[in-house]
């Protein structure tokens, strides 16, 4: 089962930035948050992952909370492809097992 | 190419019948995995590989449901007896290590399944 609880849709400006939250309140000390996308008829998409320090590479960011509970990604400005099904999972420790929920779907507007 | 490929990218077969799905991973790596991805949610995993074996399939909804991975690179999903409730995009990842953080699984087109 997911462990993880998200807004099944969001909607974005194009060029604003676009902050997808993300409930894991029963995340345990040594499981980390990975965040995939899924853009219509593609296979997902590696955005970012992390453990309990906020991340950032050239997609995205990510912060997690001090408790761990819960975290977001931000796109800093997004564009209209960035328009897609945003996952967040919680990964069980030495496996790369990815347990997906339902997701968020981001629609960025012109 | 360099990524996950996927074949065929569309299968339509009649009820009863038997397929086959091929993945080909990236190459060097390791960790090979299959998720089915239904209309309106989320991939579901079915299994993955480490090597040859199969590290973990617990995901397979049951004994219809088979895959190998003989030389610890192509893997073959295979479906018996296909029913109508197996229609669904199959999809394949693979990935080069598994440690405790993990790393970034790369997936495939997926393959449509339609069972008629």
């Known amino acids: 089962d997911a462990k993880t609880t998200q807004p099944p849709s969001m909607d974005c400006a194009e060029g604003r930035a676009a902050n997808l939250p993300c409930n894991h309140s029963t995340i345990s000390g040594n499981e980390y948050v990975y965040w995939y996308r899924q853009i219509h008829s593609q296979g997902p998409q590696y955005i970012i992952h992390?453990?309990?320090n906020n991340e950032t590479n050239e997609m995205a960011s990510l912060i997690i909370t001090e408790d761990r509970k819960s975290s977001t990604l931000i796109l800093p400005h997004a564009t209209l492809r960035d328009t897609a099904v945003y996952y967040c999972?919680?990964?069980?420790?030495?496996?790369?097992?990815?347990?997906f929920g339902t997701g968020t779907r981001l629609q960025v507007f012109p | 190419g360099a990524g996950v490929s996927q074949t065929p990218s569309n299968k339509v077969t009649e009820k009863g019948k038997y397929v086959e799905l091929r993945c080909d991973p990236i190459s060097g790596h390791t960790a090979l995995y299959w998720y089915r991805q239904s209309l309106g949610q989320g991939p579901e995993f079915l299994i993955y590989f480490q090597g040859t074996g199969a590290a973990d399939d617990s995901g397979l909804p049951n004994d219809r449901f088979f895959a190998v991975r003989p030389e610890g690179s192509v893997s073959t999903l295979k479906i018996q007896r296909t029913e109508r409730g197996d229609s669904a995009v199959y999809l394949c990842?693979?990935?080069?290590?598994?440690?405790?953080?993990?790393?970034?699984?790369?997936f495939g087109q997926g393959t449509r399944l339609t069972v008629v």
């Open positions: 990842a693979s990935s080069s290590t598994i440690g405790p953080s993990g790393t970034e699984a790369f």
């Open positions: 992390g453990l309990k």
């Open positions: 999972i919680v990964r069980v420790e030495n496996t790369d097992k990815l347990i």
